[in-house]
């Protein structure tokens, strides 16, 4: 995946740019609150139509007017595309690709796979269970696109459960969707299960490269306790009186959790600092990008907002070791506030793009030009 060209109107304070990038390595520097991290937020809404900074989209949209057009020339998979993405005040969206209008949001994931690395994904070891569940979900799509088909129709088999739930209904109507919602549920876990399976070798690994802990790993709890090892049919079966008395159902894919744990199942959120728990979900973010560089087979944009702000220079120094080992064809895009702690990693790279954003404006520089 490569973003050759991007064009965005009414995004924030952004002056409606448009820029060309570099298939590499890209640089986006500036003083603070400048719109480094709208353009960023750009191509973020390219590949997943919302911001990574709010999830109210009005916020995104200049004041001054009523939608915001965020419009690439993009690679992928080998084959050119013509994408944009409009969203109006009211929340309309309209999808365009190649000239054909698009209906669903997925289309924009599998074309335009987006990894970001940025302060407010720091927090995830301590959010509750949804954030890194998505978190997950996003990465087993990327590895096996049939998980979101499979997921819908067990959240709609689970909807209907809960439907019955709440009208009281006897155990004879809701036993109905329960083979159903097993059969599917099982599906699901096993697509996140396999895929925390090639992920942790790769997490263990680069978790120890930036706080020395060999043995942190991941864990999937599935949504459900099952101790006993009566499976999820029986569980459902002997849970359905208290299911019916709360009008939800308990055990659940939608209540699974990506667990971050240290030696002896220790929670990493409970025992690391908060600067350990900024460089285990970089580790973290890393993995993923390595998972779907070699199973998925595709290469996700890879941003990293503020990148300077987070990391203290000895593990900044760290982290931009391993990008001058990605791929050739891995696209990075990274803001700053000053260019000398990223000389090294520019010197690394054969093509560079470097933009200077100040007051929305956004100018490319000739990074021969530059002094770092």
Request: charged share 20%; hydrophobic share 40%.
């Amino acid at each position: 995946m490569r973003v050759n060209q991007l064009t965005i109107s009414n995004l924030r304070n952004l002056k409606n740019p448009t820029l060309s990038f570099s298939p590499q390595l890209n640089i986006i520097y500036g003083p603070n609150a400048a719109g480094k991290s709208s353009l960023l937020e750009a191509l973020y809404i390219l590949g997943n139509g919302r911001s990574f900074r709010t999830s109210k989209h009005n916020k995104v949209i200049n004041d001054d007017n009523q939608d915001i057009t965020v419009f690439a020339k993009l690679e992928s998979s080998g084959a050119s595309h013509k994408l944009g993405f409009n969203r109006k005040r009211n929340g309309e969206t309209a999808i365009k690709l190649n000239g054909e209008i698009v209906k669903r949001l997925s289309t924009l994931a599998k074309l335009s796979p987006v990894q970001i690395l940025s302060p407010e994904q720091y927090d995830l070891l301590i959010k509750g269970p949804g954030a890194r569940r998505k978190q997950l979900d996003w990465g087993v799509f990327h590895v096996e696109h049939s998980i979101l088909s499979t997921w819908q129709k067990c959240h709609k088999i689970l909807l209907q459960r809960n439907q019955l739930l709440k009208r009281k209904a006897p155990y004879s109507d809701v036993s109905v969707w329960d083979k159903q919602l097993v059969n599917l549920s099982q599906q699901v876990t096993q697509l996140r299960q396999a895929y925390c399976d090639k992920i942790n070798p790769l997490f263990s690994q680069f978790a120890k490269a930036f706080i020395q802990q060999a043995d942190c790993h991941l864990e999937l709890y599935p949504g459900w306790s099952d101790k006993d090892d009566i499976g999820l049919a029986e569980l459902y079966k002997s849970q359905f009186e208290k299911d019916k008395q709360l009008g939800f159902t308990q055990s659940s894919i939608h209540k699974a959790d990506l667990k971050f744990l240290l030696a002896r199942n220790k929670k990493a959120g409970d025992y690391l600092s908060r600067g350990q728990q900024k460089l285990l979900i970089t580790a973290f973010k890393l993995a993923q990008l390595k998972a779907m560089q070699e199973y998925g087979q595709q290469s996700p944009l890879f941003l990293m907002d503020d990148i300077g702000a987070e990391l203290d220079a000895n593990h900044q120094t760290q982290l931009l070791d391993l990008l001058a080992q990605q791929p050739v064809n891995q696209q990075i895009f990274i803001t700053c506030v000053h260019l000398a702690p990223l000389k090294p990693l520019i010197e690394q790279y054969d093509q560079v793009k470097m933009f200077h954003v100040e007051h929305g404006q956004v100018e490319e520089v000739s990074s021969n030009a530059m002094v770092i």
